[in-house]
């Protein structure tokens, strides 16, 4: 059965803290790693990690993904308050039909105090 | 800019009512899914369809049912609802096989 875990599940850090997100991960006919990041109601798409040791940035965040001990880890640097959010990770795989379909995790709900 | 609408944002029903929700995406998405999503459990799969017409079982398909008759729209139908399907729903759909998913905003249903 898939598997994916995320730690930790709530971190609280103060306006400026860096912060390192975690996931681990499961599944067969593994493809590639997405992150989410959930405000409110929908998620919103952050990265796709497909290739082992490459960082992928965007501003303030960054991403990398570890094929071989099959994790990923997602930081913020300089955090701000709008970073208050559920971070989900899904590794996306081929399903039995040939289609991929992503699993999620349960998400690190990050706290920003001002 | 893609968007994918639902219907209602909230929902409230009564157990043994037929429920219908709606998901409308803009952007001619091959792929569209619906998740469920409560607390402790993360988004899991219900359906998925990746053609007009088609559908395919999800992780949690019982009690719910789908339909796509037009590419844009993909409904999700409980056909008689129950307490432990009282949840936020989530509509997404994305292009490509791999690519990355674009989600609605979500229904929170609530079935008493």
């Known amino acids: 059965e898939d598997k994916v875990v995320q730690s930790p599940l709530s971190l609280v850090v103060h306006e400026g803290d860096t912060v390192t997100l975690n996931c681990s991960y499961e599944?067969?006919?593994?493809?590639?790693l997405l992150w989410y990041k959930q405000e409110k109601k929908a998620p919103t798409f952050l990265f796709m990690l497909?290739?082992?040791?490459i960082e992928k940035k965007s501003g303030r965040l960054s991403s990398i993904l570890d094929k071989k001990e099959l994790f990923s880890i997602l930081n913020i640097t300089a955090t701000q308050t709008g970073d208050s959010a559920v971070y989900l990770c899904?590794?996306?795989?081929?399903?039995?039909?040939?289609?991929?379909?992503?699993?999620f995790g349960t998400g690190t709900r990050l706290t920003i105090i001002p | 800019d893609v968007k994918v609408t639902q219907s209602s944002r909230y929902l409230v029903k009564r157990t043994g009512e037929k429920v219908f929700l709606e998901c409308v995406q803009d952007?001619?998405?091959?792929?569209m899914f619906w998740y469920r999503q409560d607390p402790g459990l993360g988004l899991r799969l219900i359906y998925f369809?990746?053609?007009?017409?088609?559908?395919e079982k999800g992780d949690i398909p019982e009690g719910y049912s789908v339909s796509r008759e037009k590419k844009e729209r993909f409904s999700l139908i409980l056909e008689s609802a129950s307490t432990n399907q009282t949840s936020m729903y989530l509509c997404?759909?994305?292009?490509?096989?791999?690519?990355?998913?674009?989600f609605g905003s979500g229904t929170q249903l609530s079935v008493l």
């Open positions: 997404a759909s994305s292009q490509d096989r791999n690519e990355k998913l674009f």
């Open positions: 599944v067969t006919n593994f493809r590639s």
């Open positions: 497909t290739s082992s040791g």
């Open positions: 899904a590794p996306d795989k081929v399903s039995n039909f040939g289609n991929e379909k992503l699993t």
């Open positions: 952007m001619d998405h091959e792929n």
């Open positions: 369809s990746y053609d007009v017409k088609m559908k």
